[in-house]
């Protein structure tokens, strides 16, 4: 049976290394002896802006990762990322580990190859591209950050596998399943399942709550975990941050995709972090509504994104990424065409001052308790 492995580290100082090796064993055991083999790290950076800064995966988190692969007799070990706006080794850089993963031989690198691959059976969609360099390895570790996301609920180890997508690719997926949340989660879910990361770390040493994946704020959860299997490890973990059903979970679970696991080591706690406001309902009921009121019903019981013009320096990143362009600046701050905006929240995701927040129109606060109800009803099994 699979395992998620948890060991307790309250920073990221010599308490690190001795919990990641923890929740290292039952991994390699799953996967054999490491010597000789090439190791891909496919951490979550998203960018860095140092101090206490929560986007990324901590860069100590990083680097004894890779140390670790390397004590364990891996040949060669390589950080691939492909983050939108600077580059992989940039962010390194800024974190101030670049030279020294570089001095252990640790090459850095944004992916840059994509082709189209095979769908995996059962896939829901029939044409991806991802960065081919996942292939070339002999495994792939996939190190994730416990962090919320407006679109998501949370980012754990499913959703940073979609850094393997090309920037361009990831708004074009974003146009096309912005409003239908399950649609997103599928085609996660068809990453992992298609990529299947050999080795999976999350840092939930801090994490971040709130608005996330860009803006929210630390929260000290004190834990990192490790599995076999990353849909494994969301699923174990998710519900210990206080989400019971996360998406992703709830679609492979449906597509008969989780596999049985076991919790072992320093099981944390339940530690309920602050969530943003939930992004919308509909896609939630699994009910064959036609398009046209499905359209409808989106526009009144979606988030939709809102600009603190204070925190706003004009920098017109948010317009840059919008992938249905709802967003231009206007005198100098971003104005929403909210008729035509798909509820991404790539704006909110990509804001470097927290200025966007998702927030419930008042339909939708109106209707959380008849979903409720409508959920009990009509939930697939
Ligand atoms: S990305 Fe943020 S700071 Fe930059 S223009 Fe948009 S809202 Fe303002
Ligand atoms: S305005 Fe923001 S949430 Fe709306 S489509 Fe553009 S990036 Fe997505």
């Known amino acids: 049976m699979i395992q998620t492995a948890y060991a307790r580290s309250s920073d990221y100082g010599k308490d690190l290394r001795p919990a990641l090796e923890k929740v290292f064993a039952p991994q ?22 140092g101090g206490k800064d929560v986007i990324s995966v901590h860069p100590a988190f990083l680097l004894e990762t890779a140390k670790m692969f390397l004590d364990h007799g891996a040949k060669k070990v390589t ?16 974190m101030g580990i670049l030279e020294e993963l570089e001095k252990m031989g640790v090459s850095c690198a944004n992916f840059a190859d994509y082709q189209p691959v ?27 950050k416990a962090k919320t996301h407006a679109m998501m609920t949370l980012t754990l180890c499913v959703k940073n596998l979609f850094g393997l997508v090309s920037g361009k690719s990831r708004l074009g997926w974003h146009l096309a399943a ?77 597509r008969g995709l989780l596999q049985d696991f076991q919790e072992t080591g320093e099981v944390p706690e339940l530690h309920a972090i602050t969530l943003p406001d939930p992004p919308g309902i509909i896609s939630s009921w ?16 979606l988030s939709r994104p809102v600009l603190d013009p204070e925190k706003c320096i004009s920098c017109g990143l948010c ?24 509820r991404c929240y790539c704006c909110q995701e990509h804001c470097p001052k927290g200025a966007i927040t998702p927030v419930q129109p ?15 009803i ?3 099994k």
């Not at 950080?79 to 800024?94: D, K, W």
């Not at 649609?183 to 040493?205: E, G, M, S, W």
């Not at 709550?209 to 849909?231: C, H, I, W, Y």
């Not at 699994?286 to 019981?301: D, N, V, Y």
């Open 118 to 144: 095979p769908p995996p059976e059962g896939s829901r969609f029939r044409s991806l591209e991802l960065a081919a360099e996942y292939r070339r390895f002999d495994a792939v570790a996939d190190l994730a």
């Open 362 to 376: 008042w339909t939708m606060k109106a209707a959380g308790k008849m979903d409720a109800i409508l959920h009990r």
């Open 286 to 301: 699994g009910l064959p509504l036609p398009p046209g009121m499905r359209q409808a019903m989106k526009q009144l019981l």
């Open 378 to 380: 009509f939930r697939k």
């Open 319 to 342: 317009a840059r990424m919008c992938p249905p362009q709802s967003l231009k600046l206007h005198e100098k701050y971003p104005v929403f065409d909210l008729s035509n905006c798909i």
């Open 178 to 254: 912005g409003q239908d949340f399950e649609r997103f989660a599928d085609l996660l879910l068809d990453i992992y399942q298609t990529v299947k990361p050999q080795f999976n770390f999350l840092d939930a040493v801090t994490g971040m709550e709130g608005n996330g994946p860009g803006s929210g704020t630390p929260v000290e959860l004190g834990f990192v975990a490790g599995s076999s299997d990353a849909l494994a490890l969301d699923a174990a973990v998710a519900p210990r941050l206080g989400v019971p059903d996360l998406l992703t979970v709830r679609r492979g679970k449906m």
């Open 28 to 49: 390699l055991a799953a996967n054999g002896d490491l010597h000789g083999k090439s190791i891909l790290l496919k951490p979550n950076l998203l960018s860095y802006k």
């Open 79 to 94: 950080v691939m990322e492909n983050p939108a706006v600077q580059s992989a080794p940039a962010i390194l850089r800024a």
